[in-house]
């Protein structure tokens, strides 16, 4: 996999040159770049740094600041329980418990295999819809706690 370095950087630095707003900041890039490749890469950082005219270690003490940033890959789906207010006070617990045994964690996280990665999300801005998960950024509404467990174990199965 010697191209894989090269290959997130170049992706990168296309996620950060292709930016929608007019003014291109530290924060901005990281963002760009964690929505286009899911992490942000030592590499990410590097060409971060290089866009914004800033140093690495300025750029890592951004990154490092939010705790929404991923240096590693996520897993190959992404199930995130929405623990907003609205969601929380509409049964998230026993949304998150059901979707945690069922992916076999105890907290946020990478199942063993790589499969799933679990997050926890403040707000997903569906609170109409409460409680309710994302799977891979789709967002399933008014999902009882064994359906999100059953989302939860099929996108663990695929």
Not at 29 to 43: K, M, R
Not at 90 to 116: H, K, W
Not at 129 to 150: C, F, L, N, W, Y
């Amino acid at each position: 996999m010697a191209d894989q370095p090269i290959d997130l950087r170049e992706r990168a630095r296309n996620a950060i040159a292709h930016q929608p707003q007019r003014t291109v900041t530290v924060l901005s890039c990281l963002l760009a770049v964690e929505d286009a490749l899911g992490f942000v890469p030592p590499e990410a950082v590097e060409e971060v740094a290089a866009r914004t005219a800033t140093t690495v270690n300025d750029v890592w003490a951004v990154a490092s600041f939010y705790t929404n940033f991923r240096f590693d890959p996520p897993g190959r789906h992404v199930v995130e329980v929405c623990w907003g207010p609205t969601c929380h006070l509409s049964g998230a617990q026993a949304v998150l418990e059901r979707v945690q045994q069922a992916l076999g964690l105890e907290g946020e996280g990478d199942t063993p295999d790589g499969g799933v990665t679990l997050k926890y999300n403040t707000c997903v801005g569906a609170c109409s819809q409460a409680p309710v998960i994302m799977v891979d950024h789709q967002p399933i509404g008014r999902v009882t706690p064994e359906a999100a467990a059953a989302f939860a174990a099929e996108a663990a199965a695929g």
